[in-house]
Every structure is written in C-alpha cells, then in structure tokens.
C-alpha cells in the first residue's frame, strides 16, 4: 500500500491544483476529472490517464473502490492516495466524491476529419460559457453525434464547469479546435454540407430535410452566426419564437436541432 | 431633478442590496431585476415596479434613457438616481448598464389555474439550478407556453441567475409554486392532462401525440421523475439517448419536449 499524501504543499498536488486554471491546462495538455463516474469513464475507456487521485476516507462506493484498485495494481505509478483534507483542497464540489483523475487532452486535427455517411458534426463559434459547451457535449451524446468543432476564441471543454456539465461526454466526443479561415476552407475543399441557424433565417428547422453527412454551425450566446460563417452554410434554418424573445439558449437551441436531425435519421422511410 | 444617491450605507441601497439573498426576496416578495433589457420590458409590460435605480454614468442607450425618463415623470417617488460606485455595489453583473429595477414577485395560485384548448403548461419537480430553472422559462416564452409550476422543493425563479437565464421570460410567463399533493390533487379534481419524462418510458417522445390542453412535468437533475408524480401521469415518454448517459441536461431536454409539443401544435393537418 503506497504512503498516504497529507501535505497540501505536496508538489504533485500543487500540480493538480493548477489544473482549475486555462494556461495551465494548456501548457500541460492536461485537465482534472473530478467524481466517481467520471473516473470510472476515464478507467474504461482507456483514456490517456497520467495520475487517479483518491481518497480512501471519501471514497463510498464498491464499484469506485474496485476499479480504482484494479487501476493502482496495474499503474502504481499513477496512483496517488490523498487524505480527505488535500482531496478537499484540489476538487470544485462541495460533496466530493473521493475521486479524481488527471487526463491527456485529446484534439483532434481538422484535416483528420473526413465525413462519411451519416456523420453528424457540431461546430461552435466563440462559445463563452462552459456550462453551456458542456451541455452541448451532453446532447451530442445523447444523439451519438461524432465531434465538437470549436471556432475561433471559445471557452475550454477541459474547464471543470463544462467537464461537469457534458457529464463525461468530453471523454467521448471528437474535439477539434479551428479558426473560421480553416474551417471555411475545410468545409470548400471537401465540399462538406453545413447547416447553421439564425434567428432571421426563413426556414423553420422543424420542415428541413437534414442531409447526410453534415456539420451544424451554431452562432455563440451574443452575436448569433457571423455573416462569413452564414456564407458557407447550404442551408441556414431558424428555430419558430412565438413569445417575446429572439433567441433560446445556445444549448437548448443545439439540443433542439440535433434531435430533430435524430427523429429524421431514425424515423423508417422519412425521406431524405 | 433628483438628488443622487452617492452613499453605500443609504438604507433603500441597503434594502435592494439584500433582494441577492433569498431569505429576504421571499419576506418582502419582490425582487432585483438588472440589465437595460429586462428593464425597459417591465415598465413596458406594466410590471409592479417598485423602484427603478439607474445610474447616469453608466447608462449609454438612449432608448433606455427615454424609456426610464418617461417612467421618472410619471413615478418620481419610485425612481432612484445612484452614482456609478453606488450601482455597482447593487449590481452582480461585470459590465453593468447602470438600470435595475424592484419588482413585486407574481404568483398565481393553483386553484387560480383553469387548462383551456391549447394551453400549455409546464411542471418541475425539485428543479436545483437556477440557471436551468430560467433557461426552462426562456423555452416556455420560445413556444408560448402559459405557465410553469413550481412542486415542493424549487430554485427560485427570482435568483439573479435564473431571471438572467430567462432572458425576461420571468416577467411574462405564469408562475406558481405548490406542494406535489396539491398538484395530484388538483389534477385529478379537474382531469388535466399530465405527460411526464422518464428515461425508462419506453414511449419514444417524437412518436406521441400530445394532447391539448396539457402539463408537461419533468423531474428534478439528480433524480428523474418522482414515483408518486409518475402515477398522475397519462403518459410517460423518453428521449432517445443514444450513447453513454442515460440523460440529458434538464433545461436541454424540455426545450427539446417543448418544441416537439410546438411542431405538432404548428404542423397543418397533423392529427391530434
């Protein structure tokens, strides 16, 4: 059994710590997954896990404590066992679970990216919140939608706000990171079909018929879809507002479209 | 022209600053809108404003400067000019447009409620956030649904980040709050249709008819819909989740509902 961590000044854990902040998740290539199912996910899945971080005194559940010891037989290296008070110090919960891992980011590069039949891709310009970029991830698992494409300046999918919103959608999601001069010129070189929304477009969403393959191009919470992004779309659809606003929210919005490109692909002999 | 409130310790700033807690917004009943937007719609929409507090430093629009001038002439005693420092010390936004107002919070009661053709109301029990429980109502506004119905333990509609989330939806939709025996009992006493959420419903929600009128009901983030809350229910539909969570964002999946709810509404000849 290896020695218990107590010290917050412990350097790894300083380390850790460090993981809540954006420069360093980027200079690292890493990020923090905090909570049970998570790092169970993580575990699973293979994922490219550098540290598991647990503590014996919070951790609850049978399942957390038999993968977590499967994981320290085989990767003792990886393993790090934490008094209650140090996991305290590097988890954002307020009842946390006892458990945590730090986790390679893993990108994706747009020129990786070949559309086949019914890939369904989602692309983002300058999302800002990250709970809203989590909850994106969440709906495009629910539809099994293949990856994220973030445009331009967007908040950080590994920011723990958003990790805990996608509820471990970003383990298993695609992520690529582009300007919008890569993306449009992608999208004309392959000649992809991209279907955005605005509020100003015609066409209700619900009388589109979405094609296959095909990337849905969401504006960010302020500004809508920027007008050179609009130029590349095949078709841009509106989804109807009968109150008083002009918009929804962007995960919602996104929630919305992609299940209804999910009710077409699996409604038999809807016509395409 | 009135003189300006230059003070912190000024006993109305005192007062408003309190309406962030809500201990206090449930004593007083009423509660802090902030932002230019949300604002102008309340004197617009004859809101039961209580006070409107704009700082002169920060205010830029002229809509905005004509809209609260006009409220001013007619309501001096409820308006409150404040210096920059002063609105600032009220307001939890980074950039403030230096307009708030105090509104009297509007409840109607249960009994109140008569469902008639094509209304549309929504249910949630226990909802936690009150960033999903706003998101939620800027969806209801999206649609046009009546009301929502707040049962046994809810976020307040009134949080700061809820009445944000909605985007204004909070001045416009119905709101009621009621105990889950009231709700039975009320929807049995008048036979209102109730369709609830589960994802364990084996009824896909794209492939039901819903009914008119009718009480969408959604359970709360953590713990799906209640037994007891399932049994009133006509029907239970799922969305389909077709990768690894066996869930989608709250406010996500009943904007997803509601807009299905929307297109059945909104489709001619579609049968009902």
Redesign the interface.
């Known amino acids: 059994m290896p020695e218990m961590i107590t010290s917050h000044a412990n350097p790894q854990i300083k380390a850790i710590r460090k993981l809540s902040d954006r420069k360093e998740r980027n200079s690292t290539g890493e990020y923090l997954a905090e909570g049970l199912r998570i790092v169970i996910?993580a575990i699973q899945l293979n994922q490219p896990i550098q540290k598991i971080i647990y503590s014996p005194d919070l951790l609850r559940s049978s399942i957390g404590w038999e993968t977590i010891a499967g994981f320290e037989v085989k990767h003792p290296e990886k393993t790090l066992r934490v008094s209650e008070e140090v996991f305290k110090s590097i988890t954002q919960k307020d009842n946390p679970q006892g458990a945590a891992a730090v986790i390679s980011q893993r990108w994706v590069k747009l020129d990786e990216i070949k559309l086949t039949s019914r890939n369904l891709w989602v692309a983002l310009h300058q999302v800002a919140d990250p709970?809203n970029l989590g909850?994106v991830l969440?709906?495009?698992?629910?539809?099994?939608a293949d990856g994220l494409i973030l445009l331009d300046q967007c908040t950080d999918p590994y920011d723990p706000s958003s990790i805990r919103?996608s509820?471990?959608?970003v383990l298993?999601r695609k992520l690529v990171k582009a300007s919008s001069t890569e993306f449009i010129t992608w999208v004309r070189q392959n000649r992809f079909t991209v279907v955005g929304t605005s509020d100003k477009a015609k066409l209700d969403f619900?009388t589109y018929t979405y094609p296959d393959p095909m990337v849905l191009l969401m504006g960010s919470e302020r500004q809508g879809l920027d007008e050179k992004l609009q130029l590349i779309c095949s078709k841009m659809v509106s989804?109807?507002?009968?109150?008083?606003?002009d918009?929804?929210?962007l995960?919602?919005?996104t929630?919305?479209i992609l299940?209804?490109i999910?009710?077409q692909k699996?409604?038999p002999g809807f016509e395409r």
Do not use: C, F, Q
């Open positions: 996910e709970g909850a969440r709906s495009m698992d629910g539809v099994d919103a509820m471990g959608a298993t619900h989804i109807p507002m009968r109150g008083k606003n918009s929804l929210n995960a919602v919005a929630g919305i299940y209804e999910d009710r699996n409604t």
